[in-house]
Structure formats: structure tokens, C-alpha cells
């Protein structure tokens, strides 16, 4: 399931909240319990989208620690 959306969603609604679960089988992010492949490409393109700005000589990010040593 796609990670970003569903802590935006469980911040704006809450954590206990079963409305972020609904809006994402709403908007065909997931079907049930299951991610679908709009889901997948959502949290693909979230990613790229916010980690493209790092570049390689950042000092932030997931990897930052391989890039310093």
C-alpha cells in the first residue's frame, strides 16, 4: 500500500481512523487489503519525485550513512 498516502491520510483523519483505508480503496489505490497496481505506481512515482531532489552528493536521505563513510 502506498506508505505516503497512508500517513497523510491517518494524520489528517487519524491513526485509529478506518477512512483512510476507504479513500484509498476509493481512489483505486488499493482493493481490500491488497495494494493494486495504481498503488504501486503511486508510492514509485511519490518516491522519485522526493528523492530526485537528493542528487548523489547529499547528506540526507535513506542512504546517507554509505555516503559518508
Not at 16 to 25: F, G, L, R
Not at 37 to 61: R, W
Request: glycine fraction near 10%; aromatic fraction near 6%.
Amino acid at each position: 500500500m502506498p506508505k505516503f498516502l497512508e500517513e497523510k491520510l491517518k494524520k489528517e483523519y487519524g491513526a485509529k481512523s478506518s477512512i483512510p483505508y476507504k479513500v484509498m480503496n476509493a481512489i483505486g489505490a488499493m482493493h481490500g487489503n491488497k495494494e493494486t497496481a495504481k498503488g504501486a505506481a503511486m508510492e514509485h512515482k511519490h518516491f522519485n519525485h522526493v528523492h530526485q531532489h537528493l542528487g548523489s552528493g547529499s547528506k540526507t536521505g535513506p542512504h546517507a550513512k554509505d555516503r559518508l563513510k
